[in-house]
């Protein structure tokens, strides 16, 4: 079992950055793969990105390639997500998610995860 909580949402101008943060309490953190979604008013959750159990493999949606970097601190039971220039149309509940995959990948899917976080507003202004 795993209890997410983020932290980090807010509200910045065009170009600006955020850093949001997952707190996972439970066990055997290094055993899961770790996700970020993200929802707007009306719309299912999209993939942002995701990061293994040993967080050597990555992945981004192609919205974000180049402007997020995930990563994660198995010794802190934290995952981060740094967002640099970012832009109105990333404005969106941003949840942490995380499942227990048998090896070190992660999944693309919502469906896949098994723990999720109450999620952090991000809101981008022009």
């Known amino acids: 079992q795993l209890n997410l909580v983020e932290s980090g949402g807010g509200a910045v101008h065009t170009g600006g950055a955020l850093r949001l943060s997952c707190a996972a309490s439970?066990?055997?953190?290094?055993?899961?793969?770790f996700a970020w979604f993200r929802r707007t008013p009306g719309n299912e959750r999209e993939f942002v990105a995701a990061?293994?159990?040993?967080?050597?493999?990555?992945h981004y949606a192609e919205f974000v390639e180049g402007r997020f970097t995930i990563s994660r601190d198995n010794a802190k039971n934290m995952v981060i997500l740094h967002m640099n220039n970012l832009k109105p149309e990333d404005t969106a509940i941003y949840y942490c998610?995380?499942?227990?995959?048998?090896?070190?990948?992660?999944?693309?899917?919502?469906?896949?995860?098994?723990?999720w976080g109450q999620g952090t507003q991000v809101t981008v202004s022009s």
């Open positions: 439970g066990r055997a953190f290094d055993t899961y793969a």
């Open positions: 998610a995380a499942s227990n995959p048998p090896g070190d990948y992660y999944w693309l899917d919502a469906p896949d995860y098994d723990y």
């Open positions: 990061t293994s159990w040993s967080g050597s493999k990555t």
